[in-house]
């Protein structure tokens, strides 16, 4: 699942009605990095407002400056996309943060066991 159009099909489809969770390996054009970084913050702090949040993480990869790992924990596959039909994620995020990118992201979306 490497394209962020693959995820709401399965959110969509699924009869899962748990916990999900999403990470998402970023890989940032480095003379992006400081922009990047501006709009993650943005992106973190509209995110947390939304309804169904668990746990949104954004972190440094430890062997490049420029790869990031976003860490998104959401009540339920409805919840997360809720999230990806906002229009801060498509109209602001999704634009900011396509040009920045060296790379398309890796994902990984799974169901979470408690």
Known sequence: MN???????WLKST???GPVGLTVKCYIRPEMVKEFKVLMKEHLETTFKEPGVLHFKFNS??????VFWLVE???SP???LTHLSTSWFREQYLVRSIPMNLQPSQRALYKINN
């Open 61 to 66: 990869d430890y062997e490049s400056e420029s």
């Open 15 to 17: 009869d899962y009605t």
């Open 78 to 80: 409805a919840a997360l």
């Open 73 to 75: 924990e959401w009540e």
């Open 3 to 9: 394209n962020i159009v693959d995820v709401p099909g």
